[in-house]
């Protein structure tokens, strides 16, 4: 399927930008349905989950700088693929490889909330809105981001307090998080598409530069989060934690607040990132033949 919604983005990418202000809400109910699987009660907070956090906040931060010395735009899209929240689906491949649920569940709360508080703050002083004063940006950034990333949390446990019977209902339709995500994929392959093919000049170095450093980033997200999480008894958690990332919410970002060519980095992590979970997973199955 991911092959099939990038090749269909790509085909399509005048077309979709018809339809390219559905992506917030595709992530918002994307959301909605990961965060009604998680109870208030269940709420537990590791204290891996902090170094995971401060990593993510901090980290982007490092690397933005480090490879500003290189290219601007470049460093846009690394600090998008540190800062980007753990993907909403990261759950399930943690489960199959043997890790908690339980724990990144938790974690892919916590980083939501963590990007709402922290994107508005990076991109009110490097991103589209950089032009205007501080606070302004700031103020307008916030009433973009935190609804979409905090009201998904607020909905589903008003669900699961008030109207039980819906909020099972939601959690009966296992398959609709996957066909949410495979027509956002598509949505957002395609509006990375018509950026670069409508870009004026362009200097495809930036482009190779973006896939290269997001290759980077990835194996060492991936690496760095087991290598913590082995301090905690669970490496196969936090390297899923860390490693991997809700790539739809990362393009869509970049390309509403950053430059939109940042957004190539995103979208080749989604490659980065499947082709690692696929080796874990062969190997995963080579061990328990």
Same mark, same amino acid.
């Given at each position: 399927m991911l092959p099939l919604a990038m090749l269909t983005g790509a085909l399509s990418y005048r077309l979709v930008g018809y339809i390219s202000f559905l992506t917030p809400y595709l992530i918002f109910t994307m959301l909605l349905l990961t965060f009604c699987k998680l109870s208030p009660r269940e709420m537990r907070l590791h204290p891996l989950h902090k170094w995971l956090l401060l990593i993510q906040l901090v980290g982007c931060v490092v690397v933005y700088g480090l490879v500003y010395l290189y290219d601007p735009v470049v460093a846009q899209g690394a600090l998008i693929c540190v800062l980007a929240p753990t993907a909403t689906s990261a759950a399930v491949i #943690?489960?199959?490889? =043997?890790?908690? %649920?339980?724990? !990144?569940?938790?974690? *892919?709360?916590?980083?939501?909330? /963590?990007?709402?508080?922290?994107?508005?703050?990076?991109?009110?002083?490097?991103?589209?809105?950089?032009?205007?004063?501080?606070?302004?940006?700031?103020?307008?950034?916030?009433?973009?981001?935190?609804?979409l990333l905090i009201l998904p949390l607020v909905f589903a446990w008003s669900l699961r307090a008030?109207?039980?019977?819906?909020?099972?209902?939601?959690?009966?339709?296992?398959?609709?998080?996957?066909?949410?995500?495979?027509v956002a994929l598509t949505i957002?392959?395609?509006?990375?598409?018509?950026?670069?093919?409508?870009?004026?000049?362009?200097?495809? #170095?930036?482009?190779? =530069?973006?896939? %290269?450093?997001? !290759?980077?980033?990835? *194996?060492?997200?991936?690496?760095? /989060?087991?290598?913590?999480?082995?301090?905690?008894?669970d490496p196969v958690s936090s390297g899923q934690g860390l490693g991997q990332k809700n790539t739809i919410l990362a393009i869509w970002m970049a390309q509403v607040y950053l430059n939109p060519i940042a957004s190539i980095a995103p979208a080749a992590y989604v490659l980065w990132q499947n082709s690692i979970n696929s080796y874990q997973l062969w190997l995963k199955g080579r061990k328990n033949e």
């Open positions: #943690t489960g199959m490889l =043997g890790g908690s %649920v339980a724990f !990144l569940t938790n974690y *892919v709360l916590l980083c939501n909330i /963590g990007m709402a508080i922290m994107a508005p703050v990076l991109f009110s002083f490097m991103g589209s809105q950089s032009e205007m004063p501080f606070f302004e940006s700031f103020l307008f950034i916030c009433r973009q981001v935190g609804p008030f109207l039980p019977k819906l909020h099972a209902r939601i959690l009966s339709v296992h398959k609709l998080s996957f066909y949410l995500w495979a957002v392959t395609g509006s990375t598409v018509r950026f670069l093919v409508e870009q004026q000049d362009p200097d495809y #170095t930036v482009e190779i =530069g973006l896939a %290269v450093v997001s !290759l980077v980033i990835c *194996v060492g997200q991936f690496l760095l /989060g087991r290598r913590l999480g082995k301090t905690y008894g």
